[in-house]
């Protein structure tokens, strides 16, 4: 379990969390993040974006480098995750694969004009006991030490953003040039925002 605080609206942070698609980019080598050498387009389905939320999942549109079967080109090995959002705000990522499951939520807090808190909790089954034994081992303040990295070297980006949505006032249709192999939860969440974002804080 983590908090962090950050300095933008908490809908850009929800936002950038129903953005898998940047981490290995912009998290390269990073404990928590991804690495660039293994960016690839994603293949995502959303399958409900209703007054509740966002429903959909999503993985990597890449074949393994591994031998494949007969038949079976061209098919992406990858094991869906599931991600959605729960109203108002609460981002979910649950992924299933020979027998290990990783799963997280994280709840985005309003508390200001352009201000936001993250509250977060990561948890997962079925991992080796040696991974079980290295994690009980680790101590606390090791966990906590790098626990908001990813979410920190966000923030320049993330706040240039919205400085220029607010100065220029541009409609953010005209401004970003979503892409389907990417973006897609993301132009969900604006949609959602669209439809009920009028009771939403700031």
């Given at each position: 379990?983590?908090?962090?605080?950050?300095?933008?609206?908490?809908?850009?942070?929800?936002?950038?969390?129903?953005?898998?698609?940047?981490?290995?980019?912009?998290?390269?080598?990073?404990?928590?993040?991804?690495?660039?050498?293994?960016?690839?387009?994603?293949?995502?389905?959303?399958?409900?974006?209703?007054?509740?939320?966002?429903?959909g999942v999503y993985r990597e549109d890449a074949v393994d480098a591994s031998p494949i079967?007969?038949?079976?080109?061209?098919?992406?090995?990858?094991?869906?995750?599931?991600?959605?959002?729960?109203?108002?705000?609460?981002v979910r990522y649950r992924t299933a694969a020979k027998g290990f499951v990783f799963a997280?939520?994280?709840?985005?807090?309003?508390?200001?004009?352009?201000?936001?808190?993250?509250?977060?909790?990561?948890?997962?089954?079925?991992?080796?006991?040696?991974?079980?034994?290295?994690?009980?081992?680790?101590?606390?303040?090791?966990?906590?030490?790098?626990?908001?990295?990813?979410?920190?070297?966000?923030?320049?980006?993330?706040?240039?953003?919205?400085?220029?949505?607010?100065?220029?006032?541009?409609?953010?249709?005209?401004?970003?040039?979503?892409?389907?192999?990417?973006?897609?939860?993301?132009?969900?969440?604006?949609?959602?925002?669209?439809?009920?974002?009028?009771?939403?804080?700031?």
């Open positions: 379990n983590y908090v962090c605080d950050l300095p933008y609206d908490a809908g850009y942070l929800a936002e950038n969390l129903l953005d898998p698609a940047h981490i290995p980019i912009s998290h390269d080598a990073t404990t928590g993040g991804g690495k660039k050498e293994k960016a690839c387009p994603y293949e995502m389905e959303v399958r409900e974006n209703d007054v509740k939320g966002i429903r079967p007969s038949g079976q080109e061209g098919k992406p090995s990858k094991p869906w995750t599931d991600l959605s959002m729960d109203a108002p705000c609460i997280a939520a994280l709840h985005c807090v309003p508390v200001g004009q352009e201000r936001s808190r993250l509250l977060f909790r990561t948890y997962f089954g079925g991992a080796p006991w040696f991974v079980k034994l290295l994690i009980t081992f680790k101590p606390m303040w090791w966990r906590h030490l790098n626990s908001c990295t990813v979410l920190e070297q966000d923030v320049t980006l993330i706040t240039s953003q919205e400085d220029h949505m607010r100065s220029s006032g541009a409609n953010i249709k005209d401004t970003w040039l979503p892409l389907r192999s990417s973006d897609a939860f993301v132009v969900e969440y604006r949609k959602w925002l669209d439809l009920v974002g009028g009771g939403m804080p700031h």
